[in-house]
Every structure is written in structure tokens, then in C-alpha cells.
């Protein structure tokens, strides 16, 4: 044959039909991996693809159930503001109010998972009625006008002496500190607030050594108290559930714990006489049988009922006197609210302190997401 003619049809010996190509062995088993590899590229690609959309999914979903958790628990906070404005007596707030601790029917929290869309609130706080007992949680607002405002102890131009007693008092009790170690803690606590840089008898002036500077004005918030020297992490803990940095400054005498009567400078027999009569028949606070008192005049008034420990002396009616005229209330402007709520199991919680008052929209004082 020609080797300048036209090729016979043949492939290593193997005859192929005329219009086609026949690969030889080894050509055919490079392109069966070659698709394989491209099968496997494509497959994982698809995989990569499908994994990214699925998180970006539940990304996607999560930021939805938090965006709603957020809402429901904002919701939870103007619900327990209706039941506020609902309230039936106006002359008095006491802890058995359905603001404070609303029960149903059944004897059940009203404010205990609440459902509410796709999701549920709830609304409470840990009452704490004295040192010696364990706090009860309870469903509702907190009234803030339970505990003492410390920024009302120190003004531009002076430092308020008696309540500057009642910080002390407190300090005492809540601490288990002698007198002049409470008195230690407290002054500290006036040179920091106070406008000039005078030295308290046992106070602290000058934080140089810390390179920071006596802040000289009230508390913006009472976790500023771990700033100044003798408030640590611990101290701080106990005394912050009888502290505030809201209010007029006036005692709500229905809500407050033992600890706060008793830093008003009554005993603490007759603290615990008060609580006793609030709390009604069954011993408990925040129930149907509460006896709110509803005039601070019924300290007076109603002595042999609710001071069953014995007779008050001449110091003690003068105590209740002062009370009376100027440190105690029976009605509450400022309250404090904590609202979580959880949607899928994605969290949202709200705390606030709000000035609520008579045909007045809710007044935010501290507000505060998680």
C-alpha cells in the first residue's frame, strides 16, 4: 500500500466503522474518571451551595424570632402598663395590686408565660421582704419607690444628714457592719457624689493612685457605685435590691422590705409589725387577704393593730411623726420592669424604670435590651 494513500479504518488492529472514532483503552478510562471528578466537583458544589442558602436561612430565621421576641416583650411591657392604669384604687399601690402580682382564677401568675402570637412573655421580680427569708419571685412591676434614692442624699450645696443616717442604718443591717464601718462605706460614697472635693471624716477624695477622678455628681446608674472604693463586686450584690437612683425619694411603707422600714429609724420590731399587718392572715405579701395601708396617718391612727409588739414610746411616736410629715407614702410613681419573652427559642429581655402617672403616658427613666 501507499503510505501516501488514504489510511485504512483501523485503530491498534481493531476495525472501525466508517464515520466513526474509537478511542483506544486507555483513552476511554481517562474520560470515565474525568466525569467522575467532574460529577463529584458538581455534586459538591451543590452541597456547598445548598449548606450556605441552609445557614443563611437560619440566620435569617433567627433574626426574625429575635425581631419578634424583641416586640412581644415590648408588648408584655405595655400590657402591664394597662393593668397599672386599670387600677381600681387610686389612693394607694400596695403588693397585692394586679400590677404588682396579678393572680388567675386558678391561683396561677396572670404574667407567667403569656402567650402572645408565636410566642410568649413574662413579667417578674424577686421580692425581697427581708434579709432573713428567701425572695419570692413574683409576676408584675416592682415598685421602686421601695427602695432608698442615695442620689437624694447629697445636693449642690449640702449633704442631707438624715438620709445620710438611713444609708448608714441600711448599710449597717444588710452588711452585718458596726456603725463606723458603715459610716466608712458611706462617706466614700458621698465624696464621690458630692460637688466639691472636701474630705468626708472617713471618705475618699482623691483617686489619683487609680488615675480617675471623683465623679462630683449623682449616679447615672447604680452599677457606678463598683467604682469607688469599698463597694466591691459583693457589697455591691446585697445592697443593690434596697437601692435607687429614681424617684422623689419618699418610701412607699406598703412595698417596702423590713431592712428599708428600719433604715427609716424604726425598730425592727415595729418594721416587722408592719409587715406583719400588710401582709393579712395568711403571713404572705402579694396575696388576696393583704391589708394595704391606705393613709400614712393609720401609722397613728391604727397603733394598737398594727404595732402588736407593744406600746410605742415617746421616741417612737416622734419617729413615726417625722415619717409621717416628710420620708413616707402610701402611693408610687416609679416602677421597674423586667419583660423576656422567647420566640423558637430565641431570647429577648427588656428592663426598664418608668414614671407612670394619672392621664400621663408612660415617662422612661432607664431602659436597657438583652
Request: proline residues 3%; charged residues 30%.
Amino acid at each position: 500500500m501507499n503510505r501516501f494513500s488514504d489510511p485504512p479504518l483501523f485503530r491498534r488492529g481493531r476495525l472501525c466503522r466508517k464515520g466513526q472514532v474509537r478511542l483506544p483503552e486507555g483513552a476511554r478510562g481517562s474520560v470515565l474518571i474525568v466525569c467522575i471528578w467532574i460529577v463529584i466537583i458538581l455534586v459538591l458544589l451543590a452541597l456547598s451551595i445548598g449548606r450556605r442558602v441552609s445557614f443563611e436561612a437560619r440566620i435569617l430565621r433567627y433574626h426574625l424570632d429575635r425581631s419578634q421576641a424583641f416586640y412581644i416583650a415590648k408588648s408584655g411591657l405595655e400590657r402591664i402598663y394597662l393593668e397599672k392604669a386599670k387600677d381600681e384604687h387610686k389612693d394607694y399601690d400596695s403588693l397585692s395590686d394586679s400590677w404588682s402580682n396579678k393572680l388567675k382564677e386558678d391561683g396561677s401568675p396572670e404574667f407567667k408565660d403569656y402567650a402572645l402570637g408565636s410566642g410568649k412573655f413574662e413579667i417578674q421580680y424577686s421580692y425581697y421582704e427581708s434579709k432573713d427569708k428567701e425572695p419570692r419571685k413574683l409576676y408584675g412591676m416592682q415598685d421602686e419607690q421601695s427602695r432608698i434614692n442615695i442620689n437624694m442624699i447629697v445636693t449642690e450645696s449640702s449633704v442631707n444628714n438624715d438620709l445620710s443616717a438611713e444609708f448608714v442604718r441600711l448599710v449597717s443591717d444588710v452588711l452585718d457592719y458596726d456603725e463606723q464601718q458603715a459610716e466608712e462605706l458611706v462617706d466614700k460614697f458621698i465624696d464621690w457624689v458630692d460637688y466639691d472635693d472636701n474630705k468626708m471624716e472617713y471618705g475618699k477624695d482623691d483617686y489619683s493612685d487609680l488615675a480617675i477622678s471623683a465623679k462630683n455628681k449623682p449616679l447615672n446608674r447604680l452599677e457606678e457605685l463598683l467604682m469607688i472604693e469599698g463597694f466591691d463586686l459583693d457589697i455591691f450584690n446585697k445592697l443593690s435590691n434596697y437601692l435607687t437612683i429614681y424617684g422623689e425619694g419618699k418610701i412607699n411603707i406598703n412595698t417596702a422590705p423590713k431592712e428599708i422600714l428600719a433604715a427609716l429609724g424604726l425598730s425592727k420590731d415595729h418594721a416587722q409589725n408592719i409587715i406583719d399587718y400588710r401582709n393579712g392572715p395568711d403571713a404572705q405579701a402579694a396575696t388576696g387577704d393583704d391589708v394595704p395601708i391606705q393613709d400614712v396617718v393609720e401609722l397613728q391612727s391604727k397603733q394598737a393593730e398594727i404595732f402588736k409588739s407593744g406600746p410605742l414610746s415617746s421616741e417612737d411616736i416622734a419617729t413615726i411623726s417625722g415619717l409621717i410629715t416628710a420620708r413616707i407614702t402610701v402611693t408610687s410613681d416609679f416602677y421597674r420592669v423586667n419583660s423576656s419573652a422567647v420566640v423558637n427559642n430565641v431570647k429577648s429581655k427588656i428592663s426598664a424604670v418608668v414614671k407612670i402617672e394619672a392621664d400621663k403616658s408612660p415617662q422612661y427613666e432607664y431602659w436597657y435590651e438583652e
